[in-house]
């Protein structure tokens, strides 16, 4: 136990320090361009939008709307993404029909088709919303149906033989089995709606982090736009840290599907 509290201290002054040192070669290299604070600003420029906005209420209000739709769509995403899963892929032949199909559209980047939902939705949370269930199901959906295909059929045999129903094969043999590929596909579609998350409140919002990141660049506000880019990384950061690494070890981890380098199960 002590050993990894000192192992995790090092590893966050190790992160810390390389966090000083971008700080600083930021500075000096804004200091040093010779160009306007437009173009570089420099990083006390930036703290002080960041204090502006902050006191206004406006970055508070933007990161509380933001927060609510992540969670909303992610939440709506596993959602349809499992019961998708459970209806494609519970018969091996439904399965490799929509196969090709689901690899189609799980090809298709977020950005290409928030025109077509703008078009079909109009601005707005509908729009949002939608693009979040989109890019969360398919990595689901798509995961699940490629642990589908690589299922030992031997299981579900053995399972028949010792008398288990479709429903106990399903519940206590199947699901367990795939449960590395929905989450594997969870944490995927959970990446990518963070990134879709900024880009369509960019283009179907009044508000928002990415909102703020190009309402800064469209105002020749860039000091405004870096403290969206920087609030943005750092709460997909604690998104990862309070969210998803919690989520894995009340599942996967829990059950003993994750096995460490060492060779221990985590």
């Known amino acids: 136990m002590n050993a990894a509290r000192t192992r995790q201290g090092q590893k966050a002054i190790k992160g810390a ?3 000083g040192l971008f700080f600083l070669a930021w500075q000096i290299g804004s200091s ?37 739709r992540y969670f909303a769509g992610v939440g709506l995403g596993l959602l349809v993404g499992l019961i998708a899963a459970l209806c494609l892929g519970l018969n091996k032949f439904i399965a490799r029909m929509f196969t090709p199909l689901v690899s ?3 090809a298709i980047v ?3 088709w928030l025109p077509i939902f703008v078009i079909w939705f109009g601005y707005g949370i509908t729009t949002i919303l ?16 490629a642990g589908i295909r690589a299922f030992p059929p031997t299981y579900i045999n053995a399972a ?27 944490r995927v579609g959970a990446g990518f709606a963070f990134r879709g998350l900024i880009i369509a409140e960019a283009i179907a919002a009044t508000s928002g982090i990415g909102f703020l990141i190009f309402d ?4 020749q506000q ?7 880019m920087i609030v943005m990384g750092v709460l997909w950061l604690v998104i990862e840290l309070f969210y998803l690494k919690p989520f894995e070890k009340a599942t996967i981890h829990r059950w003993g599907l994750v096995v460490s380098a060492e060779g221990r199960e985590t």
């Open 17 to 19: 320090i390389g966090i």
């Open 32 to 68: 040093l361009s010779g160009v306007g604070s437009y173009f570089f600003p420099q990083p006390g420029d930036v703290f002080r939008a960041f204090v502006e906005l902050w006191h206004k209420g406006i970055l508070e209000a933007y990161l509380l709307d933001s927060l609510g």
């Open 104 to 106: 189609f559209f799980y």
């Open 110 to 112: 977020e950005s290409a």
């Open 130 to 145: 939608t693009l979040l269930v989109y890019v969360v199901a398919f990595p689901i959906l798509y995961n699940t149906l």
């Open 160 to 186: 028949k033989s010792l008398g288990g129903s479709r429903l106990q094969i399903i519940t206590n043999v199947i699901l367990p089995g795939l449960l590395p590929n929905i989450i594997t596909g969870f």
């Open 216 to 219: 800064g660049a469209a105002n």
């Open 222 to 228: 860039t000091d405004r736009t870096i403290v969206g």
